[in-house]
């Protein structure tokens, strides 16, 4: 059955043509195939000599011989040179077979088949090329079929799979690999085989036969194509990069470690209390180094006790326990809560508990190790003890890790990894043991620390704001830090005080010196400082009084109290050195640096005032943190100069921070450093107010223990434009009902119904008063926060008194109402005039109470 050639036929890849010479010795047929191969049609060359037409002119008389033999009956197969026509330098070489035949009339003639010689010759190159790269090849190679079974392989894929090259035709992937890899591997050869898209570096992980590693390999796929553009199969290319995957483990695994070792420092030790240190080191440690940890303390160090470290860890074999009694302060886990009772230390031999039970420690609970135990082992010896793994499988590898520090043995952390994480290695022991060193060092700080300032910090705390102090569109942050033993108590302070009109008054200040007198001199001058602000002062009035007050506590030494302050010591900014000397005689216990700052939220703008203290930082959305420009007058208690004020408007969302020059300023770190380091440390402002704080103690360089630290951090809010009422009124009677009606309104408006009435007699009675007593024109404010607030402001500067009326007297009574029905009440001085206010509590579903007769009799 006659059919065209089909693919994959060898005439895809060799040239074949024929053509036959009649009893003339002329061409008389000429096939298609001879028309692509000599580059003639068959009009050009149908009754023309073959040898004149393609033959070189050298090689015809030649030629012409060979064409008569063969016209007479002999056949010939050989090589025939000819010229491609067209290409008179280019010539051809031609494997003849000529057959003789005869015609119908008896005649001789011959057919000749071509086969072009140079095609022939690249299939020879290309198949010894292609089997020497295929043989020859280091890397494992593999041919797949179109029905992605094995089709060939090579030596170097035997070697790593077993057997003969030939061995692994006909196999598919799964002979090779898992699974879940064989089904990826499948996946990508049928992508690569219908979207003809190569695939490189495809990560494949297996185990090969009589082998018990797992290996890592690399494979690169490409489609294959037969001569006429079908595709064949899919060659892989693999190549084994199990060294490179450990190199690279190891190098992430160092990478790692020195990650954990500087996060480490800078979160282990922020803190001077045992427990919080504890838990820092676990969250440090938890998931990123290990599953699973504890920390177990000496419980005479929790205690306090006097006795010398090494009497802590005392051993008792004949009580049949190895250890001193022992508190678990912290635990953390990184593994589901499915698996209840998993406490890292339940296979080290059972610890005995302070009511003589046995078994896994409870967070807070006291116990002991067996004598030899690992753990107890550890403890006593200062080295890391493997802990042999959970029963149950769950827990396969833990390390003991003692905490030692300056050669004292405090405590013991555990480590456990749980099935499916690598075991501990060499490297995971030693970072373990840097861990564990790092978070000693901080415990046995802390501990002598807290027995030196115990008394101290009680003292400190009293004198201390108590609690979150809050204010009126602020967010209030705090920090207080004491020095160390060198330093003992010291006189920074910081206070938060609410002024009428939902203002706020912020405070830092700092007594030069140390020592109880230091203490005591920051007590006088906060409470003077908050009597004066309930005077409700402008900023700059309150420092001139507070100097004053602050020039008659103490007895003049022997000294010059402004040294350090020259004449321009108002326009830079004082040497802090040169006020803290050890040696500071009673007049310095006095001296003291202090800001003062009053902020309104309505309009989010702050007045300051400063005596010789550190300028505010300003930390603007979008913006790096700057110091502002408050002149810094000199400090209090040296007098004669008067003090500056500066009033700044601050964006939404900005933060304001005011500080003590411990925090910026030490021995190692001139004051511009450490200004400009505390700018940094407020590079994102947005975050949670307490982080930021505490990313502040953690940046800045805190722990040198020369000075107390204080610092105060308030973020803008403001009050929103609806919690705030704002009319003028004109000076006429109508004025007062006007009030009222705005009152009313607003306060509906605002939910407030329960204090509409005593709020509008209460507007009435001011404005009533504004009229009566004032100047020029009158405005009404009502502000809403955590209280009602109603302010009254007139150009008048004669200040209201509150006086008992004459039983004959119509009036006189209002401030007396206003006294009895607010919560508090007042007035204060503006630019322009005065401002009378009350304040009354928002509504808290309670009914509100009743006069009494006698307060009602108080009246008259």
């Given at each position: 059955m006659w059919q065209s050639s089909p693919p994959g036929s060898i005439y895809d890849y060799i040239r074949v043509a024929s053509f036959s010479i009649g009893p003339d010795g002329l061409i008389e047929q000429w096939s298609r195939r001879a028309a692509g191969l000599f580059g003639m049609a068959s009009d050009e060359v149908l009754g023309k000599d073959p040898v004149e037409a393609f033959m070189p002119a050298d090689l015809r008389p030649d030629a012409h011989r060979r064409v008569g033999e063969i016209l007479d009956g002999k056949e010939w197969t050989g090589l025939v040179p000819f010229r491609i026509p067209g290409e008179n330098s280019v010539r051809g070489l031609a494997e003849i077979y000529v057959m003789p035949s005869e015609t119908e009339t008896g005649e001789r003639a011959a057919l000749c088949i071509v086969v072009d010689v140079r095609a022939l010759r690249r299939i020879e190159t290309d198949l010894a090329a292609s089997q020497a790269i295929f043989g020859q090849s280091p890397f494992g190679f593999v041919l797949f079929g179109t029905d992605f079974t094995v089709v060939r392989a090579n030596k170097r894929f035997a070697t790593v799979f077993g057997g003969e090259a030939d061995d692994h035709r006909g196999?598919?992937?799964?002979?090779?690999?898992?699974?879940?890899?064989?089904?990826?591997?499948?996946?990508?050869?049928?992508?690569?085989?219908?979207?003809?898209?190569?695939?490189?570096?495809?990560?494949?992980?297996?185990?090969?036969?009589?082998?018990?590693?797992?290996?890592?390999?690399?494979?690169?796929?490409?489609?294959?194509h037969s001569g006429s553009g079908r595709p064949v199969g899919i060659a892989g290319l693999a190549t084994d990069v199990t060294q490179r995957h450990i190199a690279a483990r190891e190098a992430a695994s160092a990478r790692r470690n020195l990650a954990l070792l500087n996060e480490a420092s800078a979160r282990i030790g922020n803190s001077l209390d045992l427990e919080t240190t504890a838990r820092e080191l676990?969250?440090?440690?938890?998931?990123?180094?290990?599953?699973?940890?504890?920390?177990?303390?000496?419980?005479?160090?929790?205690?306090?006790?006097?006795?010398?470290?090494?009497?802590?860890?005392?051993?008792?074999?004949?009580?049949?326990?190895?250890?001193?009694?022992?508190?678990?302060?912290?635990?953390?886990s990184a593994v589901s809560d499915a698996l209840p009772g998993v406490i890292p230390g339940a296979r080290t031999g059972g610890s005995v508990g302070a009511d003589g039970g046995?078994?896994?420690?409870?967070?807070?609970?006291?116990?002991?190790?067996?004598f030899r135990s690992p753990c107890a082992v550890a403890l006593r010896t200062g080295r890391v003890e493997d802990v042999p793994g959970d029963e149950r499988g769950f827990v396969h590898s833990t390390l003991a890790v003692p905490m030692v520090a300056h050669d004292i043995v405090v405590g013991l952390v555990q480590f456990s990894r749980t099935k499916g994480s690598e075991p501990f290695g060499e490297r995971d022991r030693a970072l373990a043991t840097e861990l564990a060193a790092r978070a000693a060092v901080c415990i046995d700080n802390a501990r002598l620390y807290r027995r030196e300032h115990e008394r101290a910090l009680i003292l400190q705390r009293s004198l201390l704001p108590p609690g979150d102090p809050e204010a009126a569109g602020l967010d209030i942050a705090c920090r207080y830090l004491p020095g160390n033993t060198a330093t003992e108590v010291g006189g920074d302070w910081f206070d938060v005080i609410e002024l009428p009109g939902h203002r706020t008054a912020l405070v830092v200040g700092d007594v030069m010196g140390r020592g109880l007198r230091a203490a005591v001199a920051m007590g006088e001058l906060r409470t003077?400082?908050?009597?004066?602000?309930?005077?409700?002062?402008?900023?700059?009035?309150?420092?001139?009084?507070?100097?004053?007050?602050?020039?008659?506590?103490?007895t003049p030494g022997?000294?010059?109290r402004s040294d350090g302050f020259g004449a321009g010591g108002g326009a830079q900014w004082p040497s802090r050195a040169a006020?803290?000397?050890?040696?500071?005689?009673?007049?310095?216990?006095?001296?003291?640096?202090?800001?003062?700052a009053v902020y309104d939220p309505v309009t989010r703008r702050c007045t300051f005032a400063n005596a010789g203290h550190l300028p505010p930082v300003v930390a603007e959305p979008g913006e790096p943190a700057m110091l502002l420009d408050v002149p810094p007058g000199m400090p209090l208690g040296v007098g004669g100069e008067p003090f500056e004020e500066v009033e700044v408007e601050l964006k939404e969302g900005s933060l304001l921070a005011l500080y003590t020059d411990g925090l910026v300023e030490s021995r190692d770190h001139p004051l511009d450093e450490g200004l400009d380091a505390f700018r940094q440390a407020l590079a994102e402002p947005s975050q949670p107010l307490e982080d930021v704080c505490d990313h502040v103690l953690?940046?800045?360089?805190?722990?040198?223990?020369?000075?107390?630290?204080?610092?105060?951090m308030a973020r803008i809010q403001g009050l929103a434009p609806n919690a705030v009422g704002d009319w003028g009124l004109p000076r006429e009677l109508r004025s007062v009902s006007r009030a009222r009606e705005l009152a009313r309104v607003q306060l509906t408006a605002w939910g407030l119904d329960e204090l509409v009435d005593t709020t509008e007699l209460l507007v009435s009675e001011l404005v009533t008063n504004a009229l009566r007593y004032g100047e020029g024109e009158i405005r009404l404010r009502l502000l809403r926060d955590r209280t009602l607030v109603c302010e009254v402001w007139d150009a008048g500067l004669v200040q209201p008194r509150r006086r008992?009326?004459?039983?004959?007297?119509?009036?006189?009574?209002?401030?007396?109402?206003?006294?009895?029905?607010?919560?508090?009440w007042g007035s204060r001085r503006t630019p322009r005039g005065k401002t009378v206010w009350f304040e009354l509590a928002l509504p808290d579903g309670e009914p509100a109470a009743e006069l009494s007769v006698e307060q009602l009799l108080s009246m008259y």
């Open positions: 196999r598919t992937v799964e002979d090779y690999l898992t699974r879940p890899e064989a089904e990826r591997l499948a996946a990508t050869l049928e992508r690569v085989l219908e979207t003809g898209d190569a695939v490189t570096d495809l990560q494949l992980v297996g185990t090969p036969p009589g082998s018990v590693g797992r290996r890592h390999w690399s494979m690169n796929l490409y489609r294959v676990l969250d440090v440690a938890v998931p990123g180094f290990c599953d699973l940890a504890s920390v177990d303390l000496y419980q005479g160090l929790l205690t306090g006790e006097e006795a010398s470290p090494g009497s802590w860890g005392g051993r008792h074999p004949e009580s049949g326990t190895g250890s001193a009694e022992l508190r678990r302060v912290a635990h953390a046995t078994g896994p420690p409870e967070l807070g609970s006291v116990h002991r190790y067996p003077a400082v908050r009597t004066l602000a309930l005077l409700d002062l402008e900023p700059a009035e309150v420092l001139s009084a507070l100097d004053e007050v602050a020039r008659g506590l103490g022997g000294g010059e006020h803290k000397s050890r040696e500071a005689d009673l007049s310095e216990v006095y001296l003291a640096t202090c800001v003062y953690t940046t800045l360089d805190t722990r040198h223990g020369e000075d107390d630290i204080a610092l105060l008992r009326a004459r039983d004959t007297d119509e009036g006189g009574r209002g401030l007396q109402l206003v006294g009895l029905l607010s919560a508090a």
